[in-house]
């Protein structure tokens, strides 16, 4: 479903990602993992067009999406959900919601928006009994729970996640990973970049392992978790880096 092919990306003269391919198949979960500053969300931002790449490609469904804009990517089937939430404070639940689908309004499908804010409130009872309530005002887990809704009212082929465990309480971070579970069997697509990385591969199909803009190691999720250069690195050991630098499963 989505490729990313030998993809560069640049901040500046600064290389932050080099050569970095992976793909998500359709009703995958897969976790992309590392240490701070290794580019996990500049390979996000690079996928939703937001720091386009300098090589390589983005391809959806064997659409390429490489240059195309942020807001033609989100209408191609691409939603990110960003870092530390980044809700709309000011603005209630509801409304955070129906900004989600902004796209789909210009398009004239205001019944099929109010349909899918009721799905969302569905998937997330808390929210529906504070819909009316400021996005600002919520808990840290109830925003988190919001950005993940206000991301699906796109109605992604694929969904971007950054960081949703980051700032949360062990409880949350559990409830926020089952959410996610659920939603791969209702169908959905997932990217997951996720520092907490046990967390992360539990769920997922198959995971990729990034180091300084390198894809090092790619496979089965399970086989990551079994791995004991990514126990070292990655599980609570070690300093964060693979000692045998650029092996692959």
């Given at each position: 479903m989505l490729e990313i092919k030998n993809v560069s990306t640049y901040y500046g003269h600064i290389k932050a990602l080099e050569?970095?391919?992976?793909?998500?198949?359709?009703?995958?979960?897969?976790?992309?993992?590392?240490?701070?500053?290794?580019?996990?969300t500049t390979l996000l931002n690079t996928i939703s067009g937001i720091v386009p790449p300098r090589q390589g490609q983005v391809i959806l469904n064997g659409r390429e999406l490489t240059r195309l804009s942020a807001e033609k990517i989100?209408?191609?089937g691409v939603s990110q959900v960003p870092e530390r939430r980044q809700v709309f404070a000011e603005l209630s639940v509801r409304d955070n919601l129906v900004l989600g689908a902004y796209l789909r309004l210009r398009k004239g499908e205001k019944t099929a928006v109010a349909r899918d804010t009721e799905r969302i409130f569905n998937l997330f009872p808390i929210l529906e009994e504070r819909q009316t309530q400021l996005a600002g005002t919520l808990s840290g887990g109830e925003q988190q729970m919001l950005a993940i809704g206000r991301g699906l009212m796109a109605q992604p082929k694929v969904l971007l996640l950054d960081e949703p465990s980051l700032g949360l309480a062990p409880l949350l971070v559990r409830e926020i990973l089952d959410v996610l579970c659920n939603l791969r069997d209702m169908g959905a697509t997932i990217l997951l970049v996720?520092?907490?990385?046990?967390?992360?591969?539990?769920?997922?199909?198959?995971?990729?392992?990034?180091?300084?803009?390198?894809?090092?190691?790619?496979?089965?999720?399970?086989?990551?978790i079994a791995n004991e250069e990514v126990q070292k690195a990655y599980l609570g050991q070690s300093n964060g880096k693979l000692t045998n630098e650029k092996s692959k499963t």
């Open positions: 050569n970095v391919s992976l793909q998500v198949n359709e009703g995958e979960i897969i976790s992309l993992v590392g240490a701070n500053g290794a580019g996990k989100v209408g191609e996720e520092q907490n990385a046990r967390a992360a591969l539990k769920i997922s199909d198959r995971g990729y392992v990034l180091e300084t803009g390198n894809i090092v190691l790619s496979g089965d999720a399970q086989d990551l």
